[in-house]
């Protein structure tokens, strides 16, 4: 079987694995690469120390140049498919591209398939952001062969070599003609066209849709013309790196090593040619008479300017990115770390040296004094890091200042600069992630706290003294005065080593009650400032809230949710700025919305009241979740730089054109005459429902959901309240005997002319077309009502066909795989049977790393109340 055969499908799924087996093999090479270069990255140091430092700026500004003209290509070749993607994105886009390109076979081209977001997020279409990044690779091949054929024929009229360097030119000239082939038969729709688009019916779709995209001519050139420009800078980073160990160099010899090792680069398969362009730029440097050593020095430098310099950047383009998980885990890693090498550092043994140095400048107190304020910084660090995972500001404050105290402490308790120098560094992270911590703590409670710690503190000095003044000399074998009680009893509250040494049992107690206080105080004062601010619903005025919240459903209600919106397990947010309200709940220090707000229509009124909101969690330490929004507002929560996730979809159906007729329906025709020739009937009762009904209809409400080992999920959907379905339209299935079996509930909808259900139960020993009888008798109730349509509900993780980034295929794999999903599978199946229109519902988030957090705040929202 070939390789195509092994990776066709079957029923929609992959035969071959091909994506788990790529990123295993690309963790293995990133192993192995990072091993090969140890001894480089260990060599950079010395090689630098000798090196002019007019040259090293030179060479590290060229590189800076070279990022921004790479950006500026992708610029251009977008503006060639009449697109446009601003230069911040240019520059995320080529420095991401080219950092995962290390990884991946063939990087320079394969990594132009990632990262699509970037230029998603402004509007181009895949289509267009495939094209230009093909003219990206194809124009950056173009520019090499015209730099490289008239190097390479130098090469050989005066240096006499002809070797692999010539082979891989050759290559590259036959690689752009055959893309440049590639390029006009596919515009053309000629045999490349028709050979790519028979190994499979999508790729042909793609193909066609390149074919008919205009390309402006002119920026084509533009593009070729700064590439040009990018190979230019390059020999010039070359020559600086020259420069800068040997000035006696030539630009010849630079111009010739560049096109040699870039040419190895090109056709490099993986690494991006690691090794093989230093072999083969040291080669060309020994011809123009550098040494060995020389020629690997300067070939070193070179590669820090264009290849370390770029790896670096793109390391802090991931970090820096909006939303990216490391940017909010890495400061709690980095505390949690610092927090250990503190406390190992305080309980390892001090370098002597360094000890006989700092004892000639401070007191030995001060040194132990010093060593002992270290290992507790490490403890509080280490649950520090913890709370900083949550995001709470509190958090991130007590870890900067102990950071910096712990530096401090570092030098002063054995002159341990390696674990100064680490802490400072984790000082600088955390300042410069500072947004990343929003939640707040409650000022009550750490007003609360710190009084009661003085409190406490006052009680162990008035204790701690008068005992130690009043103490008999048999106890310590000291006569404390007064100034000797105070001092012994802040070093002991405060856990430092007094230097006591207890003789009898009563004064060991006595140092311990001390030695409690402290750290009841000091944890009792850490909790409070740790703690994040708890929310806690507002019993006055809810009455009018609601009231006020039903009037604006009646007059601007516009989803199909808008009656759970006002149901009560809600909150309710008015703005003082315009009418309306936002229903939400809260979890998890989450502030989790059902849709949008209820307000008047226009944007200027949305946006003040989202606005009012997203300031009012903020001021209660709470971030924000958008739940089931639809597709046509996310562009209202881009312009605030938010994420959406799609969660799922709405089935619609329009009762005016459904039938029962056809083989699609046969099912359903089944399960009606089944039920109808067995003497089951369909009852429609108008509010009030009485009482007994109520009564049969919550025995089988029960029963279903213990049949289903499930409890009462609320949210966006309601649950069995008796007062509420009393005042609702209700369809009941009824057996022979006039037991009822099966029954579901009109709820208010917020859209004209569509009809929602909310409850959908029978039970579990019915048939299963009970339910099938039931949606078919309300969709004819529908139609003779007049509504056009009847809004099924949502079926959640369902509809992700295309996952557009790494959230959504996680989504559809669990979906898809995990068995613990399969009700929301079965229930996918059960509103196919009626051919609705599926509309996406989005969850809107703020950071990427709330989504470890989100599933199990909607979990809590979710959840009935225990009566």
Request: net charge positive; with cysteine; charged share 20%.
């Amino acid at each position: 079987m070939s390789f195509l055969g092994w990776i066709k499908k079957k029923n929609g799924r992959d035969y071959f694995y091909w994506r788990e087996i790529l990123s295993v093999l690309f963790l293995l090479i990133g192993f192995y690469f990072f091993r090969e270069q140890r001894a480089e990255l260990a060599r950079m140091p010395a090689t630098l120390q000798h090196a002019r430092p007019v040259w090293l700026l030179s060479g590290t500004l060229l590189g800076l140049c070279y990022i921004a003209l790479q950006a500026f290509m992708y610029m251009a070749c977008f503006s060639a498919v009449q697109a446009r993607i601003s230069f911040k994105s240019a520059v995320e886009l080529f420095l991401k591209r080219n950092l995962i390109g290390i990884f991946l076979p063939a990087g320079g081209v394969t990594s132009q398939a990632f990262f699509t977001s970037i230029t998603a997020r402004q509007g181009v279409s895949h289509t267009k952001t495939g094209l230009a990044s093909y003219l990206f690779v194809a124009l950056g091949i173009a520019s090499l062969s015209l730099v490289g054929l008239p190097v390479i024929f130098f090469l050989i009229l005066d240096k006499g070599v002809a070797g692999k360097e010539v082979y891989s030119l050759l290559i590259l000239l036959a690689l752009t003609f055959l893309l440049g082939w590639i390029t006009l038969s596919i515009y053309k729709k000629g045999w490349w066209f028709r050979r790519l688009g028979a190994l499979s019916p999508g790729l042909e779709l793609i193909l066609s849709e390149i074919s008919v995209q205009r390309i402006v001519g002119s920026r084509v050139w533009l593009a070729l013309a700064v590439s040009l420009l990018i190979e230019g800078t390059g020999i010039l980073q070359l020559f600086a790196a020259m420069q800068a160990l040997s000035p006696a160099i030539s630009l010849q010899a630079a111009l010739l090593g560049y096109t040699v090792a870039t040419l190895f680069l090109v056709l490099s398969p993986f690494l991006k040619g690691i090794g093989v362009i230093e072999l083969a730029l040291i080669y060309i440097l020994t011809l123009y008479g550098f040494d060995a050593a020389g020629a690997a020095s300067v070939t070193l430098l070179y590669r820090c300017f264009s290849f370390w310099l770029l790896v670096l950047a793109g390391l802090v383009s991931f970090l820096l990115s909006r939303g990216n998980l490391l940017l909010r885990i890495f400061p709690a890693v980095m505390i949690f770390i610092l927090g250990l090498v503190n406390l190992v550092s305080g309980l390892s043994p001090v370098v002597h040296w360094r000890m006989r140095l700092i004892r000639s400048y401070l007191p030995i107190g001060t040194i132990h004094a010093s060593n002992d304020f270290v290992i507790a910084a490490g403890v509080v660090l280490v649950v520090t890091a913890a709370f900083l995972l949550r995001g709470l500001r509190a958090a991130w404050v007590i870890a900067l200042l102990v950071s910096l105290l712990s530096m401090v402490g570092h030098i002063f308790k054995a002159i341990d600069y390696e674990e100064a120098i680490f802490t400072a560094l984790v000082a600088v992270v955390l300042m410069g992630t500072r947004s990343q911590y929003p939640v707040k703590s409650s000022r009550k409670r750490i007003t609360a706290g710190i009084k009661i710690a003085l409190l406490i503190l006052l009680a162990s000095l008035v204790f701690g003294v008068t005992g130690f003044y009043f103490l008999d000399k048999v106890h310590f074998g000291i006569d404390f005065g007064f100034s000797r009680s105070l001092g012994y009893t802040l070093q002991e509250f405060v856990l430092l080593d007094s230097g006591l040494v207890p003789h009898t049992r009563f004064a060991k107690g006595f140092l311990r009650v001390i030695n409690v206080m402290g750290v009841g105080s000091l944890g009792f004062l850490f909790y409070t400032l740790i703690r994040p601010l708890v929310y806690r619903r507002s019993g006055s005025g809810e009455e009018a809230q609601f009231a006020y919240a039903r009037s604006m459903v009646q007059q601007y209600g516009s989803s199909a949710v808008e009656y759970f919106k006002i149901y009560p397990d809600k909150l309710i947010f008015t703005s003082p700025r315009t009418e309306g309200f936002v229903s939400y709940k809260v979890a998890n220090d989450f502030a989790i919305t059902l849709g949008m707000p209820v307000c008047p229509p226009d944007p200027s009124s949305i946006s003040r009241i989202m606005d009012d909101f997203e300031r009012h969690c903020h001021e209660h330490g709470l971030r924000t979740a958008w739940y089931r929004i639809d597709e046509q507002r996310l562009p209202l929560f881009g312009e605030r730089k938010r994420h959406a996730l799609l969660i799922g979809q709405e089935a619609i159906v329009d009762v005016r054109a459904f039938t029962l007729e056809g083989k699609r329906r046969q099912n359903l025709r089944t399960a009606r005459n089944y039920l109808v020739k067995r003497g089951y009937s369909l009852k429609i009762l108008e509010p009030p429902v009485p009482a007994n009904i109520l009564q049969q209809m919550k025995a089988v409400s029960e029963d279903w959901l213990q049949h289903l080992n499930r409890t009462e999920m609320i949210f966006s959907q309601g649950m069995f309240l008796e007062a509420e379905l009393k005042q609702q339209v209700t369809f009941l299935l009824e057996a022979p005997d006039g037991r009822i079996v099966a029954f579901l509930n009109l709820v208010p909808d917020g859209r004209p002319l569509e009809v929602r259900y909310d409850l959908i139960r029978k039970l579990p020993d019915e048939y299963a077309g009970c339910l099938d009888y039931l949606m078919v008798g309300l969709i004819d109730y529908c139609r003779e009502k007049g509504y056009h349509y009847l809004n099924m509900g949502m079926a959640p993780m369902s509809g992700i066909e295309a996952p557009k980034n790494m959230q959504e295929r996680t989504l559809k794999f669990a979906y898809e795989k995990i068995r613990r999903f399969a009700h929301y599978r079965g229930l996918r199946n059960f509103k196919e049977k009626f051919d609705p229109v599926w509309e996406n519902k989005y969850l809107v988030y703020d950071h990427h790393f709330d989504l470890l957090l989100l599933p199990s705040a909607l979990q809590k929202v979710m959840e009935a109340p225990v009566e």
